[in-house]
């Protein structure tokens, strides 16, 4: 029995195979950094993207305010308004439950810039969007249901 | 080829506010064309906007982004006729930067 490919399938899915496979020399350093870089992205459930990011089960806070129509005529481009209160926020990540590929976008936040920014986004069919929040080295989320009469990802 | 971002940044009571449309068709791949092809995924994935040589936003997307990137935010300073750029680069490898002086 071959353990090496055993804790590789274990790890796999994750960042994990990448660093073994960059480990054992089968593919380049950079390669698994650039697939690091865009950890989440690749996850297609809501836990599996927190997981990805390393947010674990985030803080519900009242100090994240998302601003979002409750009915949108058009999911291919919803309006969503982020301002978060919380102190030393770094990191603003959007996540539509339901879209095929959940996590949309995340902003990093230098120091100097307010944590306060619109966008748009698709919204495949009716569900809650999250807005994950890292500051301070911790995460904080809030949610909200948003509903879509024509879906934006068809 | 690409198109340019349209961008506006005003400055009032020392914070900056930036508006841009960046114009891309943030294809998902998961689209089918009218003979029932699949449409390759072809998106925005990276983001930087500068003030001058300051970052002062990055971003990482993903295909749920809505075509034509909409985005606004705000930082603190910035000057009349300084410079803000906007940079991106796409899952292609394609990339555009454009620029705009503070009004």
Known sequence: MNHQRRQAL?????????????????????LAQAAQKRAGFDAHTLDAVLS??????????SD???????????????RLGIVSRLPKTEQVAILIEKNPSPLAAIFTIPEGTLADLQTEVKV??????????????????VRKDVQVTIGGCG | MTNPTRIRATVRD?????RARLSHVME?????NATGALIPAHFITDL????????????????SVSANPYLVFKFRGGAPGERVRVSWTDN??????DEVAIA
């Open chain 1, 124 to 141: 495949s069919e009716s569900c809650p969007i999250h807005v994950l929040v890292k500051a301070g080295g911790r995460f904080y989320s």
């Open chain 2, 92 to 97: 292609l490898g394609e990339s555009r930067t």
């Open chain 2, 48 to 63: 930087t906007v500068f003030n001058n040589d300051r970052v002062v936003l990055s971003a990482q997307f993903g295909p």
């Open chain 1, 52 to 61: 990805a990011l390393g947010a674990g089960k985030p803080a519900a806070s």
């Open chain 1, 10 to 30: 274990r790890a796999g899915g994750g960042l994990g195979l990448y660093a073994l496979l960059a480990g054992a020399g089968l593919i380049s350093p950079e």
């Open chain 2, 28 to 32: 998902t791949g998961m689209r089918k």
């Open chain 2, 14 to 18: 020392g914070i900056t506010e930036v």
């Open chain 1, 64 to 78: 994240i305010e998302l601003n979002v129509p409750d009915l949108n005529d058009n999911g291919a481009a919803v």
